[in-house]
């Protein structure tokens, strides 16, 4: 199996546009890409009357996935726009991780590579003491780190990739998400100077911020087209290869 796992310094951050921007160029470029977004908060009721995750509806339009997989992308998604484990109390649910993993092993069945969107960051509660990351050791896939260009973000993004490293995971790349080349100056040049100092970590795009995108108005040829110009592509390719059957 193949693939990525996306995860944040924060929520908000922009995990789910890079994640659709990925897949949306990896569709492009001809490859028969999955998303899944395993878990989710904030989930909305749609015309059909069920809930459902906006983030998912993202992902799933970037790939080219049809609603009848929307069970496989999102498993899981609750109400309350709160950390899953909170949710999930208040809304009288027991969080079934098994349940997330046989998911995407179905998902697997049709797709490869699966590009997996975590929630919030690297720590968040999913059920109890169960954090994202226990769920990323499970899937042990290697990991893009989604951070900001704004002050703080060196703490944020050290932390992240040094949690990712010591529970064993393989962290491939970073992405600073709205990022504005026009504006950029001594702050952004000098996160963007630390991070990869301190982490070693490669930078593997700087993102620019798109009302379109955010929106989620955007064809997916014209965000895969974002994703191309500004994401390294080419070097996640290999990456995400790793044990590929593709």
């Known amino acids: 199996m193949s693939g990525l796992f996306i ?31 395993p878990l989710a908060s904030g989930g909305v009721v749609n015309q059909a009357g069920k809930l459902v995750a906006e983030d998912a509806t993202f992902l799933m339009k970037a790939a080219g996935i049809g609603e009848e997989k929307r069970d ?20 009288g649910v ?19 590579p699966v590009v997996v ?17 226990d769920l990323m050791v499970q899937l042990d896939l290697p990991v893009i780190v989604v951070t900001g260009p704004k002050l703080g973000t060196i703490n944020h993004t050290v932390l ?10 393989h962290v491939a790349g970073i992405i600073i998400n709205a990022w504005n080349e026009a504006e950029v ?24 911020h798109v009302s379109a995108i955010k929106e989620g108005d955007i064809p997916p040829i014209e965000l895969a087209k974002i994703a191309e110009e500004y994401l390294q592509i080419d070097e996640l390719i290999p990456i995400i290869k790793r044990g590929t059957r593709f």
């Open 7 to 37: 995860t944040g310094t924060d929520t908000d951050i922009g995990k789910t546009v890079i994640t659709g921007g990925i897949a949306a160029a990896l569709k492009v470029r001809g490859l028969q890409v999955g998303v899944m977004k």
């Open 72 to 91: 496989a992308v999102n498993p899981l998604c609750l109400a309350p726009a709160l950390t899953p484990a909170v949710a999930a109390v208040m809304s």
């Open 94 to 112: 027991e969080i079934d991780i098994s349940l997330i993993l046989r998911a995407y092993h179905k998902l697997t069945e049709s797709y490869e």
């Open 117 to 133: 969107e975590g929630v919030g960051g690297i720590t968040a509660p999913l059920w109890q003491e169960y954090l994202l990351v």
């Open 160 to 169: 992240t990739v040094e949690y990712a490293r010591n529970r064993g995971l």
């Open 185 to 208: 100056g001594i702050l952004e040049k000098s996160n963007e100077e630390y991070i990869r100092r301190l982490t070693h970590v490669p930078i593997v795009g700087k993102f620019p």
